[in-house]
Nanobody, 129 residues
Framework: VQLQAFGGGLVQPGGSLRLSCAASGGTFSSAAMGWFRQAPGKEREFVAAISPRGGNTYYTDSAKGRFTISRDNAKNTVDLHMNSLKPEDTAVYYC???????????????????????WGQGTLVTVSS
């Protein structure tokens, strides 16, 4: 599966942004999908994930209540809606996927970058006034 992320940009604190990821090839509808981010000088960190049919979603604590992950299996897309953005959300955001839905069952596995086989190229989100 090839992934391409869109939607990054500059937004003011408190603003909103939607990231989209388009998948091609492979079987998107059976893949676990998610988003990671990497801020300057920091390690890549888990943001959110979603099960193949969208019935289960997972978030890092800092994203809960502000971010929403969703997917459209008919369009082979996964989105990350981000609200109430903060300067500390500034990072390159990566769309990820894995053919094994069981990746999401373990907290340790779903938050580990190496658990995901598919990675997009990243899109930069800058939150600044």
């Amino acid at each position: 599966v090839q992934l391409q992320a869109f939607g990054g940009g500059l937004v003011q604190p408190g603003g909103s942004l939607r990231l989209s990821c388009a998948a091609s090839g492979g079987t998107f509808s059976s893949a676990a999908m998610g988003w990671f981010r990497q801020a300057p000088g920091k390690e890549r960190e888990f943001v959110a994930a979603i099960s193949p049919r969208g019935g289960n979603t997972y978030y890092t604590d800092s994203a809960k209540g502000r971010f929403t992950i969703s997917r459209d299996n008919a369009k082979n897309t996964v989105d990350l809606h981000m609200n109430s953005l903060k300067p500390e959300d500034t990072a390159v955001y990566y769309c990820v996927g894995d053919p094994s839905p069981s990746t999401l069952l373990s907290s340790r596995r779903r938050t580990t970058p190496g658990s995901y086989d598919y990675w997009g190229q990243g899109t930069l989100v800058t939150v600044s006034s």
